[in-house]
């Protein structure tokens, strides 16, 4: 069977709905088969506290020579890498592999509170890891601390963040509009057209993964074939889907439902270009 193949190099955690545990859900919903290079570990809870317990080089490349020398991948994501040491060689490696699809979801801070990029990774971020990216997947916080600070409050100032991030190097910058009032809208920036991907708000707290998911499943497309624009507005419809339909749990944030696309209702998704 000739089914295509995705990695993502992320953290693991522990609730499952998030992390390297969404992305390979997501890969399973799309019909890929995914593989994993787990960066660290995450497991946050009241009575032990934030725990955040980061791999080392070695541990890390050891499972990305593994995937490259026995399954091998048509894209990558990246997700949580926490400290500079880890972008800085998850760069270099990718820079040295034949992967062309390469989706960066610049994580910083997690559902649940934890900060999941140390302050000295960000240089390397920018400068190392965006410029290899065939897109990247900021939402507002993330964009905004990529852009020093600045102020997101419409969507003129999502596309006005996407063509600033655009310099950075990627081919394409999506930013997430959905801590926005009125329905969720994501910018795509090509860097001519914008292109604005708008779902109906949905009414829940329980949104844990969703960036997670919402750049697997780009990934899971690109993968497959599909151009940057098919995957990004499959991937919205998922991510929508997903949220309609998320879980509630015993405490804190719930997950998206990785199964709910196509199984219950329209996600109501329409994309504009400007």
Known sequence: ??????????????????????????????????TTAVTAIVARNPRTGQGIFPLGWDAIEAQLVTIEEDIGADALKTGMLFTKEIIDHVAVWIGNSEIENIVVDPVMIGKMGSALLKEDAMESMKNLLIPLATIITPNMPEASYLLD???????????????????????????????????????????????????????????????????????????????VLEAVMEAKKFITAGIRHSLTCKAGVGPTYHAAYGK????????TEE
């Open 264 to 271: 219950y209702d329209e996600t109501g998704v329409t994309v």
């Open 149 to 227: 600070g600045m102020e997101l409050n419409s969507v003129e100032d999502l596309k006005e963040a996407a063509c600033r991030l655009k310099k950075l190097g990627p081919e394409y910058v999506l930013v997430k509009g959905g801590r926005l009032e009125g329905p969720a809208v994501d910018v795509l920036y090509d860097g001519m057209k914008y292109y604005l991907l708008a779902a109906p708000r949905i009414d829940t707290i329980h949104t844990n993964g969703a960036g997670c998911s919402y750049s697997a499943a780009i990934a899971a497309g690109l993968a497959k074939g599909e151009s």
């Open 1 to 34: 069977m000739n089914i295509k193949r995705a990695l993502t190099i992320a953290g693991s955690a522990a609730r499952g709905g998030a992390g390297i545990q969404a992305d390979l859900k997501t890969f399973q919903e799309f019909d890929v088969f995914g």
